[in-house]
């Protein structure tokens, strides 16, 4: 990819290098609610492919907070304007990079989970909990003890 073309307004550039990669507001929202409800995890777990922002490590789940503009949100992408060919391609480049560190998490083992920063919380956590609970389910031990 090109280098990075000179930025038209210092303010906005300023600002885009101020945005969190990490604990971003939805990813804190959802490992709130996850850890309320009794859920376990390792947050940015560096020894995924692609870091991923939550990893229940014995139901192999990485999951991934997507934000709308820097992944491509098929309801909310807008283009730049301003240096639309470069960032076309980054967008572009941060989707297949997307896909490649998913490919190389499901050639682990791993399931991967990925919710968009603008859905809802709650409704985020419930189909997790549900993945959550058949995997961790599946993954015991053959000599657990059944619950009664």
């Given amino acids: 990819m090109k280098r990075t073309p000179e930025p038209l307004n210092a303010d906005v550039s300023a600002q885009?290098?101020?945005?969190?990669?990490?604990?971003?507001?939805?990813?804190?929202?959802?490992?709130?609610?996850?850890?309320?409800?009794?859920?376990?995890?390792?947050?940015?777990?560096?020894?995924?492919?692609?870091?991923?922002?939550?990893?229940?490590?014995?139901?192999?789940?990485?999951?991934?907070?997507d934000g709308c503009f820097w992944h491509m949100c098929p309801l909310h992408t807008t283009m730049p304007k301003n240096n639309a060919q470069w960032w076309s391609a980054k967008l572009t480049r941060n989707v297949e990079r997307d896909r490649e560190k998913d490919e190389l998490l499901r050639m682990r083992g791993w399931q991967v989970f990925h919710a968009w920063e603008h859905e809802e919380t709650t409704e985020v956590a419930d189909r997790l909990q549900e993945l959550w609970l058949s995997l961790r389910n599946s993954h015991s031990s053959p000599s657990a003890v059944p619950p009664r």
């Fill in 16 to 65: 885009m290098k101020r945005m969190p990669r990490e604990r971003t507001g939805p990813e804190m929202l959802l490992r709130r609610e996850l850890h309320r409800r009794g859920m376990r995890f390792r947050a940015n777990y560096k020894e995924l492919p692609g870091r991923p922002d939550i990893a229940f490590s014995r139901a192999k789940i990485a999951v991934f907070v």
